[in-house]
């Protein structure tokens, strides 16, 4: 059974661009999750997906969008880039059967300059 | 806003000896889990502990859970070098995971 897998592992961008970053969950994981991942902040909740909906959402501005598509696969995007928003972002999918045991991609690491 | 507060925040051990590391939590809690980290890398779920069970293991990991103390532990006996990690204790419910700021063990040959 394949991973949680996350595109692009590595990516630098420049202040004020956007970014896109994908997400494919373990197949049949409905429930995607986002966190950010600094050395300042830890690892910080963004936001949660389940069957297309979002069902719950971090303290984060509203630069920060995701969404979820009907094969579960997820994006997360942010506009504007800020230097903080250099970070990992951990992608992690779920069997809403089970416990809340979360599965974790690689992540994608996102510098900006 | 972080949940967990562990201690210690690093912790260096050589092969063979056991490492134990401490979280906190603020609020009532239905579980608990540890996750583990290697640098740079995603999270590897370890250990789900529930609020009614006081202590679980599983091969060389054993957790505690103090409810009363809003505490738990994780102890790795005989630790490895491939132990070498962050360590992250995790409450919550559904998706939203609130991690705790972790502990980063080297185990040293």
């Known amino acids: 059974k394949a991973g949680v897998t996350q595109t692009p592992r590595y990516l630098i961008k420049t202040r004020g661009q956007q970014v896109t970053l994908s997400c494919s969950p373990i197949s049949g994981h409905r429930s995607v999750s986002w966190y950010q991942q600094t050395p300042g902040q830890g690892l910080q909740f963004l936001f949660e997906y389940f069957s297309e909906t979002q069902r719950n959402k971090g303290n984060f501005p509203g630069r920060f969008s995701g969404r979820q598509f009907s094969n579960s696969r997820s994006e997360m995007n942010v506009s504007t880039l800020e230097l903080g928003d250099s970070a990992l972002y951990l992608c992690?999918?779920?069997?809403?059967?089970?416990?809340?045991?979360?599965?974790f991609g690689a992540g994608s690491r996102l510098t900006v300059l | 806003s972080q949940q967990g507060e562990e201690d210690p925040q690093a912790l260096s051990i050589q092969e063979g000896e056991n490492a134990t590391m401490n979280c906190s939590y603020k609020t009532s809690i239905n579980n608990l889990q540890w996750y583990r980290q290697n640098s740079g890398r995603g999270l590897v779920h370890l250990i789900l502990?529930?609020?009614?069970?006081r202590e679980k293991h599983s091969g060389r990991l054993r957790v505690t859970l103090d409810t009363s103390k809003k505490s738990s532990s994780l102890l790795i006996t005989a630790s490895r070098a491939a132990d070498t990690a962050s360590y992250f204790c995790a409450t919550g419910g559904g998706d939203k995971l609130i991690f705790g700021t972790g502990t980063r063990l080297q185990v040293f040959p």
């Open positions: 992690a999918s779920r069997d809403s059967s089970g416990a809340n045991v979360l599965t």
């Open positions: 502990i529930r609020s009614n069970e």
